[in-house]
């Protein structure tokens, strides 16, 4: 993840909290400028990404997917 604002990749999570039974609600900073985001992160499907060489990328099914909790 890098910052959508100045493109650091020195985002760091001030905070921590369980969402739902399978979901995580996390606050980030990004060290570069400040930025202060939210994410929430959910268990996806197995079949929803694959490798390329050494990156996990998207299958093309679930391009346009949104994850939800
Ligand atoms: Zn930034």
Known sequence: MNCPRCKSKRLRVINTRQDTETSTIRQRICEGCGLV??????P??????????????????????????
């Open 37 to 42: 985001q939210m994410t929430i992160e959910v």
């Open 44 to 69: 996806i499907p197995l079949d929803a990404v694959k490798w390329q060489g050494k990156t996990l990328v998207r299958t093309e099914d679930y391009r346009h997917v949104e994850f939800m909790p």
